[in-house]
């Protein structure tokens, strides 16, 4: 995705959509997932350039391109539902989050319903024979209905009319029909938020290989077993795509920073932040840097600890922003020393990308008070070599947890640590999740889902002589 200014939110808990944020689009209750970013159209830019605009702003849902610019200013969770029009396929709101969802049970008559039984159990399919018979209209005629203007909701009225087995089919039976042919000539289109588990969620479902086969659930404890809370300072390797810096910078809620490191000279990529549509505060708060910096500064710190008094407790709590800092004072009144800025960034630049690299001071004030947590979520790397690089990097008592897709490596690592007498409340921990569906005489876990989400190591540095 770019990296328009319009891209930062103006308010972090906006409920409505706005010019240049990202959105999931849920297609069909979930057949399709797609990230989207509601690019502004400029009407003065040339012929090419707005046709190569019009198009970033479609989205194709089955055989149709339909415009998402009708998503601007919408509020999430609106329902969108595609008609066709004299213009073409368009979105046409359906439903907000004030009104009530619609589920599998909509449009059943209310006698039907009783205390969540469904009604009209006696009927069975046994007689119901699919010979290709059953419908009277064709798709000259669904063609020609389309052309005068007809739409998807009017199209599955005449199907089921002209259906002559629908009126036989069981409750059920009827309702999966209808949304077969919902999501055919009617398709909807459901705007989410792009949060930590809706994004987690997306990519397991489709692409879980770009999240290391990181679960929702699995997410959720790495982030609890680390202690990751407002005004940590989070040191984080994130071989992920981004997901674990996005989430720890949630939970954060624009308070303490996430340090992003990595070994070598090239970081890792961290694409997937952009769509949780931070604020220029919270990007501000992601920062870069290698390994081989931090490590460097210890290094030098070292040797100058031996001769320096011991930090203060002024200096046990997160570092803070210039403007936090006028605000914020010791007993004695007067201000805590802290940098001026952690992000090496020009002063002019009105937004704040994600991912910047971290300024020397900062690097050093790391070192020397260190880390208030350390998640490792690095699939390709040897579990132990980056204990034993990182560790040290971590302030004595404070907790770490690193995950891992297999069981083996994370078993190696503990045992490595446990000898070595470097962290205690060593455990190894792995998340168990099932989804069930809720409906009405038919609720049961779900035909398939995850075997696992793979598998995480929790412990507490300790002073190691």
């Known amino acids: ?10 308010n972090p808990n906006s409920k409505v959509t706005w010019e240049g944020c990202s959105v999931l689009l849920d297609i069909n209750g979930g057949d399709r997932l797609v990230f989207s970013r509601l690019s502004p159209l400029s009407l003065s830019l040339s012929l090419s350039l707005s046709l190569s605009l019009s198009l970033s702003l479609s989205l194709k849902i089955g055989d149709k391109k339909c415009s998402l610019q009708p998503l601007v200013g919408c509020p999430f969770g609106s329902l969108f539902q595609v008609e066709t029009g004299p213009k073409g396929a368009h979105l046409v709101l359906v439903s907000s989050p004030a009104s009530s969802s619609p589920g599998m049970t909509e449009g059943m008559d209310p006698q039907e319903k009783n205390d969540g039984k469904l009604k009209g159990d006696e009927k069975d399919n046994r007689a119901l024979i699919d010979d290709n018979r059953a419908q009277n209209l064709t798709g000259e005629d669904i063609d020609a209905m389309r052309r005068c203007g007809a739409s998807g909701d009017e199209i599955i ?6 259906s002559s087995t629908f ?4 409750v059920f039976s009827q309702e999966k029909y209808k949304l077969k042919k919902q999501k055919k000539y009617a398709p909807k289109v459901l705007l989410r938020r792009p949060f930590t588990r809706s994004i987690c969620e997306a990519y397991f479902k489709k692409y ?4 290391g086969f990181l679960r929702v659930d699995t997410l959720s404890l790495l982030l609890s077993m680390a202690n990751v809370g407002a005004y940590s300072d989070v040191l984080v390797v994130d071989m992920v795509g981004g997901i674990l810096t996005g989430a720890v910078a949630e939970r954060l809620g624009g308070t303490g ?10 970081p890792y990529s961290i694409d997937i932040v952009r769509m949780f549509n931070f604020s220029s505060e919270i990007c501000s708060r992601i920062v870069q840097t290698s390994s081989s910096s931090l490590l460097s500064a210890q290094d030098g710190d070292d040797e100058d600890d031996s001769s320096s008094d011991p930090p203060s407790n002024k200096d046990n709590g997160s570092m803070i922003s210039s403007d936090e800092q006028s605000k914020k004072s010791t007993t004695d009144g007067s201000p ?3 940098p001026t800025s952690v992000v090496n960034a020009p002063p002019t630049k009105k937004s704040v990308n994600p991912g910047m690299p971290a300024s020397p001071d900062a690097i050093k004030l790391w070192k020397r008070r260190g880390f208030s947590s350390l998640i490792v979520a690095a699939p390709d790397m040897d579990a132990w070599s980056m204990v034993d690089e990182l560790l040290p990097l971590l302030s004595y008592s ?6 891992h897709q297999y069981l083996q490596p994370l078993a190696t690592c503990m045992h490595r640590l446990q000898t070595e007498k470097k962290a ?19 609720t049961h876990p779900h035909m398939q889902m995850s075997g696992s989400g793979g598998y995480i190591l929790s412990g507490t540095r300790i002073f190691d002589s």
Not at 157 to 162: C, D, G, P, T
Not at 167 to 170: A, D, G, I, L, V
């Open 167 to 170: 009126e036989k089919k069981t």
């Open 398 to 403: 404070s907790p770490f947890a690193f995950y």
């Open 424 to 442: 205690v409340a060593l455990q190894v921990s792995e998340s168990w999740l099932r989804e069930y569906q809720v409906l009405p005489s038919r």
């Open 257 to 266: 920073y996430v340090c992003c490191t990595y070994p070598g000279s090239a």
């Open 1 to 10: 995705m770019g990296e328009e200014e319009g891209g930062h939110s103006p």
């Open 208 to 211: 879980p290989s770009r999240i």
């Open 336 to 338: 805590v020393p802290v």
């Open 157 to 162: 009225e005449a199907l089921i009319s002209n």
